[in-house]
């Protein structure tokens, strides 16, 4: 069975960083792109970034760029989401995704998601 | 960026209704549209790819179809665990987006 979890979010002040993570099990992590989708209070879902299976492409929506960084290991099935110069306007749940490679960037799996509040 | 426009916003359906929503696409995204359902505190979960693939373990009563920049998602017989959000998205370009969502309710 499919397993994300993701951990690594909190309260921080604008201005701030944090790094989420997003352990991976049941599945062979290297066969699989990933993603980051956020969801502010009570609105829709925002893509945010995506990582191909060996980390050789990433991508970043524009309200991000430049203040985000999406890795993986594959060593330890672990995706990451470094998150720096937060605003208040980042505030949502982060949710990791999977994509099988070769199949387009669909999620067909996601983690319950973690909470990011930027307040001061 | 292209933008997906969901319609309606929200619909008020009684269980064994069938249900139409809407996606229509600022430009055309061939067949590379997704369709998910999000209930109350759970995160997403896909149900249609490629316009019209269930995705694992999707019930048949949820069909999808369309091409280029208009799409539906129709649940045949709504079950009362259909109620629910419902989002599309396309992967066609970069970057991804997803449409604003339809919320199906019960009447």
């Known amino acids: 069975e499919v397993q994300l979890l993701e951990s690594g979010g909190g309260l921080v002040q604008p201005g701030g960083s944090l790094r989420l993570s997003c352990a991976a099990s049941?599945?062979?992590?290297?066969?699989?792109?990933m993603g980051w989708v956020r969801q502010a209070p009570g609105k829709g879902l925002e893509w945010v970034s995506s990582?191909?299976?060996?980390?050789?492409?990433?991508k970043y929506a524009d309200s991000v760029k430049g203040r985000v960084t999406v890795s993986r290991d594959n060593s330890k099935d672990t995706l990451y989401l470094q998150m720096d110069s937060l605003r208040a306007e980042d505030t949502a749940v982060y949710y990791c995704?999977?994509?099988?490679?070769?199949?387009?960037?669909?999620?067909?799996?996601w983690g319950q998601g973690t909470l990011v509040t930027v307040s001061p | 960026e292209i933008v997906l426009t969901q319609s309606p916003a929200t619909l008020s359906l009684s269980p064994g209704e069938r249900v139409t929503l809407s996606c229509r696409a600022s430009?055309?995204?061939?067949?590379?549209l997704a369709w998910y359902q999000q209930k109350p505190g759970q995160a997403p979960r896909l149900l249609i790819y490629?316009?019209?693939n269930r995705a694992t373990d999707i019930p048949a009563r949820f069909s999808g179809s369309g091409s280029g920049t208009d799409f539906t998602l129709t649940i045949s017989s709504l079950e009362p665990e259909d109620f629910a959000v419902y989002y599309c998205?396309?992967?066609?370009?970069?970057?991804?987006?997803f449409g604003g969502g339809t919320k199906v309710e019960i009447k």
């Open positions: 430009q055309t995204v061939s067949r590379y």
């Open positions: 995704a999977i994509s099988k490679s070769g199949t387009g960037w669909k999620f067909d799996s």
């Open positions: 049941g599945f062979t992590f290297t066969s699989y792109d």
């Open positions: 998205q396309h992967h066609s370009s970069w970057p991804l987006t």
């Open positions: 490629d316009a019209s």
């Open positions: 990582i191909t299976t060996t980390g050789g492409s990433t």
